[in-house]
């Protein structure tokens, strides 16, 4: 599978798989992550969209949790976000059917 996977406001600069390569994530340099499913090549997707600016992602070992690090001066953080009971990827809305 091939795919043009783009952001919103700016170039990629973190890209990660889950270990069992299920899920990829990219962040931008700002604002916005994106999370895919491999298995549905690419077509099935989420965004995460928070404040400041993304220092990098990562995901847990076991795939269930997704961390993003803010590295803005004023609200420095790291977030972490869970995957739900469902399957669906690490969220606190139901943006998958």
């Keep these: 599978c091939l795919a043009t996977l783009g952001g919103r406001i700016g170039a990629i600069r973190s890209i990660r798989f889950t270990a069992d390569g299920r899920y990829m994530g990219m962040a931008e340099p700002a604002d916005f992550v994106h999370l895919f499913d491999v298995r549905q090549n690419f077509h ?12 990098g992602i990562s995901f847990s070992p076991d795939a269930n949790a997704l961390f ?27 943006i998958w059917p």
């Design 44 to 55: 099935e997707s989420q965004e995460i969209d928070l404040f400041g600016e993304i220092a």
């Design 68 to 94: 993003v690090g803010i590295a803005d001066r004023t609200y420095g953080s790291m977030l972490q976000f869970r995957q739900t009971r469902s399957g669906r990827l690490y969220s606190d809305q139901n």
